[in-house]
């Protein structure tokens, strides 16, 4: 029986940078400005997407934080920047200073290899 060819999930790794707007919030307010503003217009626009947050700004002074980003495929990574893009969270509490976007282990799939990992115990 043959199996449908699926689209890779797609990673993002938005680089971002507090702005002064965001850090004149207290943390309350912060947390009240996400889940009031930003989540519910990614729930309203996509669906299939999940996020992870890391703080950098002890190591960069560039960029504050990194947010990962996972969509099941190209078009609901589409939607979840459209729906940020209508949020205060672009530009206003952070400034987005790079995305890097990619596929997990595309270069196996290009070349029909098993993908090359580390695991350690």
Avoid: C
Avoid at 29 to 41: G, Q, S
Avoid at 48 to 67: C, H, K, L, P, Q
Avoid at 107 to 112: D, L
């Amino acid at each position: 029986m043959p199996t449908e060819k699926t689209e890779p999930p797609v990673t993002a790794f938005m680089l971002v940078k507090t702005t002064p707007e965001w850090l004149a919030l207290s943390v309350q307010e912060r947390v009240d400005a996400f889940t009031t503003r930003v989540l519910p217009a990614i729930e309203a626009k996509t669906t299939g997407v999940r996020s992870r947050f890391y703080d950098t700004e002890f190591y960069s002074a560039r960029v504050t934080d990194v947010w990962v980003w996972e969509a099941e495929d190209h078009h609901a990574y589409q939607l979840l920047i459209d729906a940020l893009r209508e949020t205060p969270f672009w530009d206003r509490y952070f400034e987005v200073v790079d995305l890097l976007v990619g596929t997990e282990n595309g270069y196996a799939r290009t070349y029909g290899l098993e993908p090359v990992a580390t695991i350690t115990t």
